[in-house]
């Protein structure tokens, strides 16, 4: 990585490289919702709960989306382990 913050953001621009991605190792934090990874996101979730017979409320739900959203890599171990907490 250049230690130099002009050459970073100019390799940045040539290889369209977020420079907050490549210095963290995480997406840029946006003020607004990305809507297709919202839906992606609830639709993890609904198939989750589906597949394994979980009754969860609209409340519980959105806040299943909410941690998927912000964390989809670590989707499949979360719900699992929230899964015995919620009615078969």
């Not at 130099?4 to 040539?14: A, G, I, N």
């Not at 409320?57 to 959203?69: F, P, T």
């Not at 989809?72 to 907490?85: G, K, T």
Request: charged share 30%; glycine share 2%; hydrophobic share 35%.
């Amino acid at each position: 990585m250049p230690r130099d913050p002009e050459v970073l953001f100019r390799f940045c621009d040539v290889y369209d490289v977020d420079p907050y991605w490549w210095t963290s190792g995480q997406s840029r934090p946006r003020d607004s919702i990305d809507a297709e990874k919202l839906v992606r996101s609830c639709k993890v979730v609904h198939d989750y709960c589906e597949a394994n017979g979980l009754k969860v409320s609209q409340e519980q739900m959105a806040l299943l989306c909410a941690k998927v959203y912000d964390d989809p890599a670590d989707a499949e171990s979360y719900l699992e382990q929230m899964a015995p907490f919620f009615a078969s």
